[in-house]
């Protein structure tokens, strides 16, 4: 693991902590109601932390098939990005519950898509670039999910204008994720793994403190 | 890897991805109340799909003990039967959340036989004949919760004639795998891997195409 690579792995740390404890602060403004963004806000950036940590300490790759697999990604987007959904949910319905089906089928289709990615990134070419198609099927359904039906549900919610901005923040975003990943080591490889890192840094902390600065604004001003 | 025994996993993963989109066209004439049971269906078999993907390109399995394990199947599974017995419980009642305990106690009892079961895999003689004996508890526990509590509560349910079809379907395919599994390679290993591989195919596609388009079309008779 090369010096820069390294040192955004401690840059990763620092911001999510950081976020962590804004979070934790603008969460007690929160009515009862709206804590449970709060909750998302911090486990999300929390769980990134102790990834971030993991791997700056050398504890989330290994040598596989010849390539250094950061494997500590998967296990923090496999639990990050089900609860950014839920969180982006929980702008869109006061009442989760009755969009379970809904919040059931984003997540299995989000897990599918992050697990067919680390798959993926351990196999060798050209099953590499199979796993990368199957995991952007996957993708395509979160979002088609996330645009079609949610919308329509947010468009009745609590905050119409909040759950708009937070699902492009959140599209656009995402979207730069698979690009990455296609350019990087566990694809083509036509940048260095120093790139690749921060690149996925700057990508992490915008969709998750970023993201979560924007939801906490938001359900600050609901009842 | 026999090539009759990878013709077996590349069927698998044609007939996986065929009732996916098979059910994805089925689950647009559900009613939003129904919709459940079409992201059950698609799930299992798009996790199916995965890990027969996985199998035929040889990332399925690996070398121990001397023996050639097929791991993907149990992460198939681990991950499928607890949708198929959500699915079966679906159909038992409209209101699941009544059904909790019943479900987590089906779903413990059902993991708990995958894995001890993937653990026998793992084992040599005679120990693997311990963990078919322990696995073979935890699936009768699954069939007398099916057939005792859950059956108790179909009666009453949107749909008992579906309910009963289902749970018999459920109950005849599902002991047949831990026979294939005694006969094959995982026990006393008086069939070939190619034998047993198509025979497991079978159950697969049959215990989850088959049962998906039993419980989506009793579904879309349904409000
Ligand atoms: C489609 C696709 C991918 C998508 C990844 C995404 C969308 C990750 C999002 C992560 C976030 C938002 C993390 C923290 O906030 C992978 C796995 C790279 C593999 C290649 C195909
Ligand atoms: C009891 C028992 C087993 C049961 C397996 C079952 C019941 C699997 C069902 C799989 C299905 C239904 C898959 C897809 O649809 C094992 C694990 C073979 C191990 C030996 C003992």
């Given at each position: 693991m090369s010096s820069s690579v390294q040192f955004s792995f401690i840059i990763g740390w620092i911001a999510m902590l950081a976020g962590g404890l804004?979070?934790?602060?603008?969460?007690?403004?929160?009515s009862p109601k709206q804590k449970h963004h709060g909750v998302a806000a911090m486990t999300i950036v929390f769980v990134a932390f102790a990834n971030y940590f993991a791997m700056a300490l050398g504890q989330g790759d290994i040598a596989y098939n010849g390539r250094d697999v950061f494997f500590a990604r998967y296990t923090d987007w496999v639990i990050t990005t089900p609860i950014l959904l839920v969180s982006l949910a929980m702008m869109a319905t006061d009442a989760l519950s009755r969009l379970r089906t809904l919040v059931c089928a984003l997540i299995a289709a989000d897990v599918y898509m992050i697990i067919?990615?680390?798959?993926g990134n351990l196999s060798t070419a050209p099953y590499n670039y199979y796993w990368w198609v199957i995991s952007m099927v996957a993708f395509f359904v979160v979002l088609g999910l996330i645009w079609k039906p949610l919308a329509a549900e947010a468009v009745n919610g609590p905050n119409p204008g909040a759950f708009k901005t937070l699902a492009t923040m959140l599209t656009v975003l995402w979207i730069c994720y698979p690009i990455v990943w296609l350019i990087g080591s566990s694809g083509f490889n036509v940048i260095?793994?120093?790139v690749e890192s921060w690149l996925y840094l700057v990508l992490d902390v915008t969709a998750?403190?970023?993201f979560g600065f924007v939801a906490l604004g938001a359900a600050r001003k609901q009842a």
């Open positions: 804004a979070f934790w602060q603008m969460s007690r403004g929160l067919t990615g680390l798959v260095s793994t120093a998750k403190v970023g």
